[in-house]
């Protein structure tokens, strides 16, 4: 078990350890990219963003930074940036913000990703990436584009010129491409002012990245590589963020980076960061309608733990928890008729009710319960484990599915629908309450006085300051199950 922030503190060679550790690496990073920022640790305000396994190198640093174990500080005293979250988790399979890259800024729609530690768009160069949403990043339309050189503390090319970064995904889709620094600004909705930060200029993208209708993702795992890091680490925010995500048939939402003032009665829940390098909870029992399913708490300990990943569609557990969780369902609705599911490639566990009950779910589905190590709990409303069939009037389908072999559990979105889920690193916990989040932004965009968008020019992908509309969608209503979780770099 990793040391605490008080021992750590407490313990005088701890403390010689990580002043030199810091230093050491401050020359490096300084004698190798003496004008990059973005390599610099640890910066502090908050933002909102509306939600429309790495090699040993920079991009695969633990939550147990010891420069970040050393700078606790008031998260309320920095500004937030407030984006707007856009489409839909079973529509698109994802949700999406904007953001702006470089000077003129050039705006991208990418994919909200807690699993991720990367942020990426297609470069103007790549021939091997899909047609998305919005044009290509060209680096030569910005003034304030720089490429990342190769140096001792990142991947670099065949050349040893720049950095690279290399990524792939669970549903076996990869992303790989240069490494460039530039300005990223938030939106007009935004408290925090345009921050220069790294982010992947990709090359080739394969598999469902290739295909989606999104230019890329946003990766707000753990990483240096992260933009959540990298703000941290430059001071600009908090180490904390917040995602709400729409509920069943409303999409959209709202999304935080940095901190802010959480609900009285949000509940929280301790999240170990040295558990795993995703956002992990201490999962001990599920409950359907108020009975305990008969499993041994271990089941959802198993190799990454209970991982909560907002790049995850639905919700996935071991084989036992997955049986014993159906079964369960399944006695509660024994008065439903059960239909085949709207892709008859997939063996979905779907009922049919009453048309008149099409809007009021809650009626008929039981609530599902997850409690933890500390004896708190979540309730599960029926939205946060169905989704609507496509293809059946008033006809319903489990949105959670066994995780094939593996023993981890993975709570994707769907579980945190309408739900305003708070990942607060600095103090390792995850906080859960539950509101209607299509209108927490509104609430939101009404609380703050956002500073001007940069200028922008005719460049062919550059926009006004303007707040983004929603975004025209031309996924099929059913998504099949996917995960946005890195396994490999």
């Known amino acids: 078990m990793a040391a605490t922030p008080s021992h750590l503190i407490s313990t005088s060679i701890s403390i010689i350890l990580l002043i030199f550790s810091s230093l050491m690496e401050f020359l490096v990073l300084a004698s190798a990219n003496p004008t990059s920022p973005a390599l610099l640790l640890h910066s502090l305000p908050a933002m909102v963003l509306p939600l429309y396994l790495s090699t040993p190198n920079s991009s695969s640093r633990t939550s147990s930074n010891p420069r970040r174990l050393l700078q606790r500080s008031e998260s309320l005293n920095r500004p937030n940036a ?11 399979g994802y949700y999406t913000t904007r953001l702006w890259i ?8 990418l994919i909200v990703d807690t699993g991720s530690t990367v942020t990426y768009v297609p470069c103007a160069s790549c021939e091997m990436c899909g047609r998305h949403q919005d044009p290509k990043f060209d680096p030569e339309e910005s003034s304030t584009y720089k490429a990342v050189k190769c140096n001792i503390d ?7 010129v720049n950095c690279i970064y290399e990524r792939q995904y669970a549903e076996m889709s990869t992303s790989s491409g240069v490494l460039g620094e530039d300005l990223v600004s938030f939106g007009n909705q935004s408290e925090l002012a345009p921050q220069r930060a790294v982010f992947g200029c990709e090359n080739l993208e394969t598999g469902d990245l290739y295909s989606q209708h999104a230019d890329g993702i946003m990766g707000l795992g753990r990483g240096d590589l992260s933009v959540v890091d990298q703000l941290v680490d430059k001071g600009v925010i908090s180490d904390s963020f917040s995602l709400c995500y729409g509920g069943m048939d ?10 802010f003032t959480t609900p009285s009665d949000m509940v929280f829940i301790h999240s170990n960061p040295v558990r795993s390098p995703y956002y992990n909870l201490d999962l001990k029992e599920i409950h359907i309608a108020g009975k305990r399913l008969s499993l041994n708490p271990s ?8 991982v909560l990943d907002s790049g995850t569609t639905y919700a996935y557990l071991p084989e036992a928890a997955f049986l014993a969780f159906k079964d369960g369902i399944m006695k509660e609705l024994s008065s439903l008729k059960q239909i085949r599911g709207p892709d008859p490639n997939y063996n979905d566990i779907c009922f049919s009710t009453d048309e008149s009950e099409v809007s009021h779910p809650s009626d008929t589905f039981p609530t599902v319960d997850m409690v933890f190590g500390s004896g708190k709990k979540l309730t599960l409303s029926p939205e946060n484990y169905l989704f609507r069939h496509s293809k059946v009037r008033g006809a319903y ?6 995780n094939g072999k593996d023993p981890t559990t993975l709570l994707g979105g769907i579980v945190v629908r309408n739900t305003l889920v708070t990942y607060d690193r600095e103090n390792s916990k995850i906080g859960f309450w539950k509101t209607n989040c299509s209108e927490l932004w509104e609430r939101l965009h009404q609380s703050v006085s956002p500073p001007a968008m940069p200028p922008a020019s005719g460049d062919k992908n550059s926009t006004p300051g303007v707040t983004p509309t929603l975004a025209p969608t031309g996924a099929p209503p059913y998504v099949l199950p996917g995960s946005y979780v890195e396994i490999c770099c």
């Not at 470089?102 to 729609?109: L, S, W």
């Not at 089941?299 to 209970?306: A, I, P």
């Open 154 to 160: 990142c991947t670099c090319d065949s050349d040893k």
């Open 397 to 402: 389908c489990l949105g959670f599915f066994q």
């Open 250 to 259: 409303i999409g959209g939402g709202s999304m935080v980076l940095g901190g």
């Open 299 to 306: 089941v959802f300990d198993g190799k990454h733990g209970t």
């Open 102 to 109: 470089g000077t003129p800024p050039q705006r991208f729609a």
């Open 82 to 92: 407030r984006m707007r979250l856009y489409d839909d988790l079973l529509r698109n």
